[in-house]
């Protein structure tokens, strides 16, 4: 005989799920019958109280009850109305509980010792269940009540409860076809659930898909790349270790969504799309990422999402300078220095009486402030944008330089071509230029003026300074890396990285600069993805 555990999936399944039916069916009898037995008792107990109620309506009880030789009277009308009604027993009792009608005749003119039927002598009219020598009986009691409306006695009807056995057998041929039925549906969709599962499974038994995922879990966790899939609902299927590395994820991703594991993960757009798309550069956390996405399709229907992705942060500590993440943290040093300065001439003011002033002075902060928050949430529809140019605005302060953000500005939709991390380098690098062009020079009034504009067809950004400017030396190698007029070291890579993402992007730089009067930088993006994709 061969063991269990060597039969062949299909066996297995079909045994386990058969099982599964005869279980199913046996807690259904069972649950079944237990509804039968409920039914038999109460139809009983209706057919039973109902006899007692005729019988204590009849005359010739009322009027024999408790008479000497009443019994000869009331036994044979009793008995009658028993074999009609098909009763199992009825006894008839006075006050005394003493019986005047008895299935069995030797038992008349002794005394009844059923202890449930007290209430009966006190009017009540009810059904209980007794247990006696031939087994569970279902007892109806009635009381006789005479003309003058009292009682003189107590009629008890009471029929033996069938056993279970007995119940089966009455309805034991359509059991037996619920059964039969039962079982061969049971078995042939066992069957049939077990052959799906086997096409399913690729016709592989238990023992050798556990091998090809072993070996699959290995291969994944020995490529340098990192490897990220989801299914069609965005759950992730796949991870391997180098993923984990490369994007700090502690713990197993696996089952969860990949908006919640990773949020700034852009897999989910293929299942969209239903195209692959490789070579993308973008950021998740604070990590550069190259990315190729590719679709999974089954049928000619786009099941799930792969993307392969290797890490592109060798100079992470300089993107992170660039791409504004440190910026965003200069911004808050110097939003707090700011802050701490007005809060000290309010304190001055209080403390030398001018609260009226104090009060003016707190007033201009506030609306200034909610002026720039309210335009930049109105008009730019991008948190880390509006960040950026509340961070720059707060940081011109404290240098002295005035950044005004044109009202005409607005940012309704990020370029195709693009995301929110490539605008934030973009714009926070041509604005730290600007601040660097008032090094070594004297201005009354410095200003920096930046441009977001955008239509359907093109976004421009523009930004423009009243510095040093450049000569065309300057101009002709300001976008090449390692270039800068600066003596600092690790510098050169701001204005680089800005030209390579317009070229990724198909989109267009245009400078104007004059040595001593300032620099215009104009930068435009083309909004379609049909263009970039031409590009690429």
Do not use: C
Not at 193 to 221: G, M
Not at 278 to 306: C, M, N, Q, W
Not at 369 to 378: G, I, M, N, R
Not at 391 to 418: T, W
């Amino acid at each position: 005989m061969v063991p269990f555990y060597h039969l062949p999936i299909r066996w297995k399944i079909t045994i386990f799920t058969f099982g599964i039916v005869l279980f199913s069916i046996l807690m259904g009898a069972i649950i079944l019958i237990g509804n039968m037995v409920e039914l038999r008792i109460n139809e009983m107990g209706n057919r039973s109280l109902l006899t007692a109620r005729v019988v204590a309506q009849l005359p010739e009880i009322k009027r024999e009850i408790g008479k000497p030789n009443g019994s000869k009277v009331i036994q044979p009308i009793v008995e009658k109305i028993r074999i009609i009604n098909d009763d199992d027993y009825i006894v008839v009792m006075d006050m005394n509980r003493i019986r005047y009608a008895d299935p069995s005749p030797s038992k008349i003119g002794t005394k009844f010792e059923g202890e449930d039927a007290g209430p009966a002598f006190a009017e009540h009219t009810y059904t209980s269940q007794a247990k006696g020598e031939i087994g569970i009986s279902v007892r109806s009691f009635t009381p006789i009540m005479n003309d003058d409306l009292e009682q003189v006695g107590v009629v008890m009807v009471g029929n033996i409860l069938p056993s279970i056995w007995e119940i089966i057998l009455s309805v034991r041929g359509d059991f037996y076809l619920t059964i039969t039925l039962s079982l061969v549906f049971g078995v042939w969709g066992s069957w049939l659930l077990a052959s799906h599962i086997k096409r399913q499974t690729f016709q592989l038994e238990p023992h050798e898909l556990a091998r090809v995922l072993d070996e699959r879990t290995a291969t994944f966790h020995a490529i340098h790349e990192g490897v990220i899939a989801i299914d069609q609902f965005e759950r992730i299927t796949v991870m391997n270790q180098a993923a984990k590395n490369m994007l700090k994820i502690h713990g197993d991703p696996i089952g969860k969504p990949i908006r919640e594991a990773i949020p700034e993960t852009r897999l989910p757009e293929v299942l969209e799309l239903g195209h692959p798309l490789y070579h993308r550069e973008f950021y998740i956390g604070d990590t550069l990422i190259v990315s190729s996405r590719i679709p999974i399709r089954v049928d000619d229907k786009t099941v799930g999402a792969v993307a392969i992705f290797q890490d592109k942060t060798e100079v992470t500590q300089l993107a992170e300078e660039l791409t504004g993440v440190k910026a965003f943290v200069d911004a808050l040093r110097v939003q707090n220095h700011e802050h701490m300065n007005k809060l000290h001439t309010i304190a001055g003011l209080i403390q030398l009486g001018n609260m009226e002033k104090a009060l003016e002075y707190v007033f201009q902060v506030t609306e200034e402030q909610e002026e720039v928050t309210q335009f930049l949430a109105k008009h730019i529809h991008d948190h880390s944008i509006s960040g950026l140019l509340l961070g720059k605005i707060s940081r011109g302060k404290e240098l002295g330089i005035f950044v005004k953000v044109d009202k005409e500005s607005k940012l309704h939709q990020i370029p195709e071509s693009l995301d929110h991390h490539d605008l934030v380098l973009i714009i926070g690098n041509l604005i730290e230029n600007a601040f660097d062009s008032y090094q070594g020079i004297q201005r009354n009034h410095k200003i920096i003026f930046v441009r977001i504009d955008q239509d359907p067809e093109q976004l421009t950004i523009i930004v423009e300074d009243n510095g040093k400017g450049m000569d065309s030396f300057t101009k002709k190698h300001m976008f090449e890396k390692g270039f800068s007029t600066k003596k600092t070291t690790g510098r050169g890579i701001g204005l680089f990285l800005v030209h390579e993402k317009v070229l990724k992007a198909n989109g267009n730089v245009y400078v104007e600069s004059e040595p001593g009067e300032g620099t215009t930088i104009t930068i435009t993006f083309p909004m379609s993805r049909e263009r970039r994709e031409a590009y690429v």
